[in-house]
């Protein structure tokens, strides 16, 4: 038995200026800017509310799109449960596994990212 749930929304930005999509990000969605911010980072975690989803401007060398990020207490059974229903592993990083839905999305699979998961997350047999 494992859990897990949504964690992250990943904005990938093919870009050389993280801030200044990180700023449109911002105002569209509503979600403030951190206060402390890496401008030669490779992430903007913008500011939701506490046990929200997160919403995270990520700067790639490939093309612009979004992915989601699936948050679990047990990865490699996730991905199996993930497998299961027809995702295939795309890559396997040190704290995520990369994976592709028959529809061709790429989502990422890793430890909770965010509070309140032991409430918020499905539970799998």
Not at 61 to 85: G, K, Q, S
Request: aromatic letters at 6%; one cysteine or more; hydrophobic letters at 40%.
């Amino acid at each position: 038995m494992h859990k897990s749930r949504l964690g992250n929304i990943v904005i990938d930005c093919k870009t050389g200026d993280l801030l200044s999509e990180a700023r449109f990000w911002s105002a569209a969605l509503g979600c403030p800017l951190p206060a402390e911010i890496d401008p030669d980072g490779r992430y903007i975690q913008l500011v939701t509310r506490p046990g929200d989803v997160q919403v995270i401007i990520q700067k790639v060398d490939h093309e612009a799109r979004a992915h989601l990020d699936i948050e679990t207490d047990a990865v490699e059974a996730e991905v199996a449960r993930l497998e299961n229903l027809g995702a295939v592993v795309v890559s396997r990083k040190e704290a995520w596994v990369v994976m592709q839905a028959p529809s061709g999305h790429r989502f990422c699979v890793g430890k909770p990212y965010r509070g309140g998961f032991e409430q918020g997350a499905t539970v799998w047999d």
